[in-house]
């Protein structure tokens, strides 16, 4: 590692001068583990980022990259096309909440909510309501770094960089550690916060906003979950004001929350899904955006026969070895019972595990829903808003792959976590969160 020259690659969303003094480098992974080239073993409890949800290296994936690989390798996708895009395609829309029945693929989280918000905007067009052109979305949110997902997205430093390319306001964020900590699940409160959204149709017409987007539970605001009937009371004043509700399911999604989707698992229907990493695994990069037949069939039929109708898309759009990995993904998730396993005793397990540390004078909160989690550290003043950070440092020596988000631990571990590693994860958790 020493004669490595770290100097061409500009490391993204990263302290480069920071890393590039002390590099913490990954060799290969197997599981939930990850292994240095020392060969020593750390716990992922991210699932890298929120992605490799079926575990790392799985042969199964990899088997089913290399042949495709050898077979279609790449074909265009503009005006041609590939039995295994539409395929797969089909099959992915057999998780999905009724009436989302058609995929647009993209090779991104951010890529997938850049076509979204266009998709909003052909379909507001194509119905003639073409002055329907802003965005709704909510602090704390992350889209991803395009310039729509900024736009709408509420992580300040990522928004205060670039401005706002596109017109956006946003709703106000959902945490409030005051009246909802140590909440196990959905908090029980902050329901009124969806009147939130009135004010903001109020404020700009509804004639205005082209659509609400909103992730079901904020993943890298640092795992902030929906108090109770938040999320159907957007969708009824979506619904009261013709707009469409936009879920971002890039973490949420793929078994995550206990559903194949947090729409499934928190009883509502977006009108349209952002989806990526663990819907291959996170082995090769896909995004795919599930959209509702009212808005396919209106941009459908508002183009003249023979045009294309929505002008947009990547050369990489439903690239076949990411389809290949996408279905054998699938494959993966359905045999071992994947997408649901965590609404079942490992989702209960994790629950009361990461709520055993509340007794630590260091923390002032634990948050957790299906197996995801944060445990918010009283931070000192000298480090509020980068103890997290800390922490997550900590973590790492100690043999832990933890996100420090604020002054939060955020976790998201790969679903075939079991519960003695639940058990050596939290010991270990202990050990450094009472040291600091
Ligand atoms: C909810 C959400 N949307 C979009 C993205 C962006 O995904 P990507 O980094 O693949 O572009 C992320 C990434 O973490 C995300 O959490």
Redesign the pocket.
Same mark, same amino acid.
């Given at each position: 590692m020493s004669d490595l020259n770290t100097n061409a690659f500009w490391m993204p969303f990263t302290p480069n001068r920071t890393f590039k003094s002390s590099p913490r480098l990954v060799e290969r992974a197997e599981g939930i583990y990850l292994y240095e080239k020392s060969g020593r073993q750390i716990i992922d409890a991210t699932a890298g980022?929120?992605c490799s949800n079926a575990g790392h290296c799985r042969s199964e994936i990899a088997e089913a990259i290399h042949q495709q690989a050898k077979t279609l390798d790449y074909s265009s996708i503009f005006n041609f096309g590939h039995e295994l895009g539409f395929e797969y395609a089909e099959r992915l829309v057999q998780y999905t909440p009724e009436g989302l029945n058609h995929v647009f693929f993209g090779n991104?989280? %951010?890529? =997938?909510?850049e076509s979204a918000l266009k998709i909003a905007l052909q379909y507001q067009r194509a119905r003639g309501k073409g002055t329907r052109t802003m965005f709704i979305g909510r602090e704390k949110?992350?889209?991803?770094?395009?310039f729509g997902?900024i736009s709408v997205g509420g992580i300040a430093p990522n928004y205060q960089s670039f401005g706002q390319p596109v017109k956006a306001n946003h709703l106000r964020h959902t945490l409030d550690i005051e009246r909802n900590a140590f909440s196990k699940g959905l908090p029980e409160f902050g329901v009124e916060l969806a009147e939130d959204l009135e004010r903001l149709v109020a404020f700009h017409g509804a004639d205005q906003i082209a659509a609400v987007i909103v992730?079901p539970f %904020?993943? =890298?605001g640092g795992v902030i979950l929906p108090p109770k009937g938040y999320l159907k009371r957007l969708r009824e004043i979506c619904d009261q004001h013709d707009l469409l509700l936009i879920f971002?399911?890039?973490?949420?999604g793929w078994g995550r929350m206990g559903s194949p989707f947090a729409s499934e698992e928190f009883g509502v229907t977006p009108d349209m899904i952002?989806s990526?990493?663990g819907i291959t695994n996170a082995t090769v990069?896909l995004?795919a955006v599930f959209v509702h037949d009212k808005i396919y069939n209106a941009v459908m039929d508002a183009a003249p026969d023979g045009m294309v109708e929505f002008f947009h898309g990547y050369t990489y759009s439903a690239h076949p070895v990411a389809c290949a990995a996408g279905m054998a993904t699938l494959d993966i998730y359905e045999r071992e019972g994947l997408l649901t396993r965590a609404s079942g005793d490992i989702g209960k397990y994790w629950e009361e595990s990461l709520h055993s540390l509340a007794d630590l004078e260091q923390v002032i909160d634990i948050r957790n829903y299906g197996l995801v989690g944060a445990i918010e550290l009283r931070a000192p003043d000298s480090l509020k808003g980068k103890f997290g950070g800390k922490a997550s440092a900590l973590a790492w020596d100690a043999g832990v792959m933890a996100r420090g988000i604020g002054d939060a631990l955020c976790m998201s571990p790969p679903l075939i976590i079991e519960t003695h590693e639940i058990d050596r994860l939290m010991e270990t958790l202990r050990e450094v969160i009472s040291g600091l």
């Open positions: 980022l929120w991104s989280g %951010s890529e =997938a909510v949110g992350y889209h991803g770094v395009n997902g992730e %904020s993943g =890298a971002d399911e890039v973490i949420s952002t990526a990493k990069p995004g």
